[in-house]
């Protein structure tokens, strides 16, 4: 395999690992507070959609920015009321927002343009152009370090920039501030966090909130930044996956990086068979490399690759002592 096979194996990898990690940082917020989020699935498919639709009919993608996080928040909001307020089930809450997410992209498309539960192809102005990055015909020359600049660096959407800039954000708001102790201390013990005049309930809409907005950019992205529009159920499970890399990457935010970038990568592979065939020496099938990223899903919900240990708290809701 030549370097440029693998910069474009690498650059496929930064692409599909985005809406994944976006999710991803999303359900860690979600869950540090003690908030499972079985939901991310349906609200990356919500978003996609809002954002498809309205930078379709407004030709602005940054309407369709506005309008995907909004329906993600707004999911999330009906998932901290069932979950929070009326401390329901939080398992059966996220499932329930898979269903609706899924039944309601495709009947609103349907009625809205008519083309079989998409939306028109997203054309110039209504999706995020990729960026060119200072200093790419400075270096184009050099070799190896040209390459890989160009191709693997520079070219991608905002979006992709914005979501590896989060994870560096998302770990000083949680281990480097008030805010992010309080919250890690919801998830852990929320009476003691009560007991200090905190409040648990408004600690943990936040963090659902915040869940909303991460969740919200990663269905903007794969509406108008990895494609060019909506189709049924693009979000293909990736809210899953998302939760999978969450519990192997122990609810810490670098290790969420690369457990999502181990994912995108197995994605990637799936699009270049020839790759790995031609690395392994023999005919991998194409089913079993789609397959990679949600074998690896089951493996890691299983079990098979360490214990991870989720906040004391999470998944039972709070009822304050009186």
């Known amino acids: 395999m030549d370097l440029l096979t693998l ?25 540090r507070a003690g ?10 498919l919500a978003s996609a959609f809002f954002s498809a639709a309205f930078a379709a009919v407004t030709g602005s993608v940054w309407l369709g920015l506005l309008a995907g996080i909004a329906a993600s928040m707004v999911l999330s909001g009906i998932h901290g009321l069932a979950s929070i307020t009326f401390r329901g089930n939080q398992l059966i809450s996220g ?9 309601m992209t495709v009947l609103i498309a349907q009625d809205w343009f008519r083309q079989g539960g998409r939306t ?73 966090v009560d007991t200090a005049g905190v409040s648990v309930i408004r600690m943990r809409y936040t963090a659902v909130m915040i869940a909303g907005v991460l969740c919200g950019l990663g269905g903007v ?36 990086l690369w457990t999502c970038l181990l994912f995108g990568f197995f994605q990637a592979l799936s699009f270049r068979p020839d790759v790995v065939n031609t690395v392994l020496r023999f005919d991998v099938p194409g089913q079993l ?34």
């Not at 329930?96 to 039944?103: L, P």
């Not at 990679?292 to 002592?321: H, Q, S």
């Open 7 to 31: 910069i474009q194996v690498l650059d496929s990898t930064v692409r599909l690992a985005t809406p994944l990690l976006l999710a991803c940082l999303a359900g860690l917020f979600s869950e």
């Open 35 to 44: 908030i499972f989020d079985i939901g991310l699935e349906g609200k990356l």
């Open 95 to 103: 499932v329930a927002i898979n269903f609706i997410a899924s039944g």
């Open 120 to 192: 028109p192809s997203l054309g110039d102005g209504a999706r995020f152009d990729e960026i060119t990055l200072p200093g790419v015909d400075l270096l184009g020359g050099l070799p190896y370090i040209g390459e890989s600049y160009a191709e693997l660096f520079s070219g991608h959407s905002l979006l992709v920039y914005v979501g590896f800039l989060t994870v560096p954000l998302v770990w000083w708001v949680l281990f480097r501030t008030r805010f992010g102790l309080r919250l890690r201390a919801v998830g852990e013990n929320p009476g003691a």
């Open 221 to 256: 992205y794969l509406a108008t930044g990895l494609q060019a529009g909506f189709v049924k159920e693009m979000s293909s499970g990736r809210g899953f996956i998302a939760l999978a890399a969450l519990i192997f990457a122990k609810w810490r935010p670098w290790y969420a």
């Open 289 to 322: 490399l789609d397959a990679l990223p949600y074998i690896l899903t089951v493996v890691i919900l299983a079990g098979f690759i360490g214990k991870a240990i989720p906040p004391r708290a999470g998944g039972e809701p709070y009822v304050k002592e009186r």
